[in-house]
């Protein structure tokens, strides 16, 4: 399995490896949810949120696609794009899907989005994840943490306000909420 440190710094300055498998789609799915619910504050704030959506998103495609080979499959098949969620947010899509600037929202993985989504509206939930990737085959090791997902400050809160809103990513949240939880009760099993 190639690790590729696309993820994001920590705050010892540690930047958590991704599966290269998943490294597409995690890279999509932040930039989807943040064209969707736009960060506050500035390129600060863009910075705070981008980590936190980010971190979510690892989070959720590590549950999602537990092992090696699901993220070999992942990336052989394709995760089925942004269609779906671009119509329940109300986030545009692009004007051709054709041009290669929109060739991204084909990475989007609409679970991962739902997943991502649950997870940053409750930091509680979000922990809860966390501790049940904390032995996942994708997880480099101890150093890779998710402080500012499960332990957001004042900042990441106002940086993140929208799309950590439960109200507002209740759509997106909503679609796959019951998987999210059926797979976390199912690696708290194991």
Do not use: K, N
Not at 40 to 46: E, F, Q
Not at 51 to 71: C, E, F, I, K, N
Not at 142 to 157: G, K, M, Q, V
Not at 162 to 178: E, F
Request: with cysteine; net charge negative; hydrophobic share 50%.
């Amino acid at each position: 399995m190639t690790l590729v440190t696309e993820g994001e710094a920590d705050s010892s300055g540690y930047r958590c490896p991704v599966p290269e498998a998943l490294s597409a789609v995690i890279a999509a799915t932040t930039r989807w949810l943040l064209r969707a619910y736009p960060a506050t504050g500035g390129a600060l704030g863009l910075a705070l949120a981008r980590v936190q959506v980010r971190q979510a998103a690892t989070v959720a495609a590590w549950l999602r696609y537990p092992t090696g080979l699901d993220a070999e499959l992942l990336a052989l098949l394709g995760p089925g794009g942004s269609a779906r969620l671009d119509w329940l947010a109300g986030a545009e899509p692009a004007d051709d899907p054709t041009t290669p600037d929109a060739a991204w929202l084909s990475w989007v993985d609409e679970v991962v989005a739902s997943w991502a989504a649950c997870l940053l509206a409750d930091p509680a939930l979000a922990a809860q994840a966390v501790a049940a990737v904390e032995h996942s085959p994708h997880r480099p090791g101890p150093a890779c943490e998710f402080r500012r997902l499960t332990e957001p400050d004042d900042r990441d809160r106002q940086a993140a306000a929208l799309v950590r809103h439960p109200d507002l990513v209740a759509p997106v949240g909503d679609l796959h909420r019951a998987e999210l939880l059926a797979c976390m009760a199912a690696f708290a099993r194991d």
